[in-house]
Nanobody, 121 residues
Framework: QVQLVESGGGLVPPGGSLTLSCAATGSIFSIYAMSWYRQGPGKERELVAAIGNGHITNYADSVKGRFTISRDSAKNTVYLQMNSLRPDDTAVYYC???????????????WGQGTQVTVSS
C-alpha cells in the first residue's frame, strides 16, 4: 500500500558531501515522523537522524554538525544532507516513516530498500 524509495547513494571521497532522498508513494493519508537509519558491514542498524511533522530533529552524536535532515511534506519526501563525510559513514542507509494510510487504521511503520553510501578515496 505504501512504498519508500531511496536515492542519492554512491561513492564519495572523504570530506565530500552527498544528499539522500526518500519519497513515499501509495495510499498515504498523512506522514508523521521520518528518519534515516544506517547499517555498516558487520554492525547493527542504527538511527542516524529523525524529523517529526513539527520539524523537530534528532541526530546521532556521530553525525551532529555534519548531517542535516529535512522534509518536504508536499512531496512526501525526506532528505539527508551529509557533509564532511568520513570512511566510518560507509553503510547502507535506510529510510523509515510513520504513515497513516487511507486503507488501514493506525500509524504504520514503513522502510525503504536501502541505498549504499561508500566514503573512500
Amino acid at each position: 500500500q505504501v512504498q519508500l524509495v531511496e536515492s542519492g547513494g554512491g561513492l564519495v571521497p572523504p570530506g565530500g558531501s552527498l544528499t539522500l532522498s526518500c519519497a513515499a508513494t501509495g495510499s498515504i493519508f498523512s506522514i508523521y515522523a521520518m528518519s534515516w537509519y544506517r547499517q555498516g558491514p558487520g554492525k547493527e542498524r542504527e538511527l542516524v537522524a529523525a524529523i517529526g511533522n513539527g520539524h523537530i530533529t534528532n541526530y546521532a552524536d556521530s553525525v551532529k554538525g555534519r548531517f542535516t535532515i529535512s522534509r518536504d511534506s508536499a512531496k512526501n519526501t525526506v532528505y539527508l544532507q551529509m557533509n564532511s563525510l568520513r570512511p566510518d559513514d560507509t553503510a547502507v542507509y535506510y529510510c523509515n516513516a510513520g504513515i497513516r494510510t487511507t486503507t488501514v487504521e493506525g500509524l504504520l511503520d514503513f522502510w525503504g530498500q536501502g541505498t549504499q553510501v561508500t566514503v573512500s578515496s
